[in-house]
């Protein structure tokens, strides 16, 4: 298989619309050329919500359709208190702070062995269960005062008080 180089924004922006555990690089590009492909009028779609639409639907594992509609039971996925320690962790690790990307896709790597069937589903509005749980983890810390609510928009920060 031929090797790329690529520059490290590149490389960020691609992992922003991988699935982690799932996708590949190889697999994120070849969505983004079949979305390109796929222009209208002679213009690729332009907004990026469409794009990582396209990304995770075109070449992904699909998604496990359990009761149409209907919220996971109790105990079936897991709490989102259950994220709150990694998400911490993951955070003072990096120094304090991390891209929002970085972060949900590093507390994914640590709590891999604990996710279940119904964490790894695609919820309704397309995203996976687990991730969308690690950002009402980041909310519930933010209110809580051991997150920053004013960190720069994409930013989760510990603040002092949650420091060690």
């Not at 269960?129 to 920053?148: C, F, I, K, M, P």
């Amino acid at each position: 298989m031929p090797n790329i180089e690529v520059s490290q924004e590149t490389l960020d922006r691609l992992k922003s619309l991988a699935e982690p555990l799932v996708d590949t690089a190889d697999t994120v590009i070849a969505r983004l050329i079949a979305a390109h492909n796929g222009q209208h009028n002679g213009r690729a779609e332009s907004t990026v919500a469409s794009l990582k639409t396209e990304t995770r639907r075109s070449h992904t594992v699909p998604r496990k359709r359990g009761r149409k509609g209907e919220r996971a039971r109790k105990g079936e996925r897991t709490p989102t208190e259950e994220f709150y320690e990694p998400l911490l962790q993951v955070l003072a690790a990096a120094g304090g702070h991390l891209p929002a990307v970085d972060a949900i896709n590093r507390v994914g790597q640590v709590m891999a062995d604990r996710l279940n069937e119904v964490d790894r589903a695609r919820l309704p509005s397309g995203e996976v269960r687990w991730r969308n749980s690690v950002r009402w983890a980041r909310q519930r810390l933010e209110e809580h005062g051991r997150l920053d609510p004013k960190a720069p928009y994409g930013v989760w920060k510990v603040t002092q008080a949650a420091r060690p």
